[in-house]
């Protein structure tokens, strides 16, 4: 199906557990990017993407890392989870410029215990 | 710390009413866009608005931006049951390169029949 999804959706691990969230988009957009949700917070940007082997750090990368070895995924791994992970985490995607429209995944909701 | 806050933080009106929110940021940017999200879905861009322009209308939506003041207005009018949703601004950095995005913590604005 053409668009941006995010596997798994759900998710419960526990402290200390590496834990990867996936993210793929049919589009070949350029510019993809992970952000987390927390109430109060509204969505922070973790890490984003230019192109295939291009990253940067968004507002809060610290206890995440990301790859891009294909334009299509973009996965977001949480190398040693802890409870302040615990959020619900949107993968968006867009092309032309980073600041355009983005379209965004339905989310994974990621519970650290 | 956030570009954009959304005011009010929750509203809540009447199906047939006009509903009003409101958007302020800090630094200059290139354009200002609003997103929407259902509960336990993800984010789905309504409208961008350059920041060149005052303002901007998409079917019962109406979009004002005033950069002197660094503010933006969403009016969604005649609501429906179905505009019940969470309403985000997204906002780029012109004084940073303006590479990202960054939301603000949304209006939650409930429309009861």
């Known amino acids: 199906d053409a668009g941006i999804t995010q596997s798994p959706r759900y998710k419960i691990t526990e402290t200390g557990r590496q834990v990867t969230l996936m993210c793929h988009q049919t589009?070949?957009?350029?510019?993809m990017f992970w952000y987390r949700q927390d109430l109060g917070h509204g969505l922070r940007l973790i890490y984003y993407?230019?192109?295939?082997?291009?990253?940067d750090k968004g507002e809060v990368p610290d206890g995440y890392v990301v790859s891009r070895s294909k334009t299509e995924n973009f996965p977001l791994t949480l190398e040693s989870a802890t409870r302040s992970q615990t959020s619900v985490y949107f993968c968006?995607?867009?092309?032309?410029?980073?600041?355009?429209?983005?379209?965004f995944g339905e989310g994974s909701r990621l519970t650290v215990l | 710390s956030q570009q954009g806050e959304e005011d009010p933080q929750a509203l809540s009106i009447q199906e047939g009413e006009n509903a009003t929110m409101n958007c302020s940021y800090k630094?200059?940017?290139?354009?200002l866009q609003w997103y929407r999200q259902n509960s336990g879905r993800g984010l789905v861009h309504l409208i961008l608005?350059?920041?060149?322009?005052r303002e901007k209308h998409s079917g019962r939506l109406r979009v004002t931006l005033d950069t002197s003041k660094k503010s933006s207005s969403l009016l969604i009018t005649a609501s429906r049951a179905a505009d019940t949703a969470s309403y985000f601004c997204?906002?780029?950095?012109?004084?940073?390169?303006?590479?990202?995005?960054?939301f603000g913590t949304g209006t939650q604005l409930k429309v009861e029949l």
């Open positions: 968006a995607s867009t092309n032309g410029r980073y600041t355009g429209e983005l379209f």
């Open positions: 589009w070949s957009h350029s510019y």
């Open positions: 993407s230019a192109a295939a082997d291009i990253t």
């Open positions: 630094t200059s940017i290139n354009n």
């Open positions: 608005i350059r920041s060149n322009e």
């Open positions: 997204a906002t780029d950095d012109a004084t940073g390169g303006g590479n990202k995005l960054t």
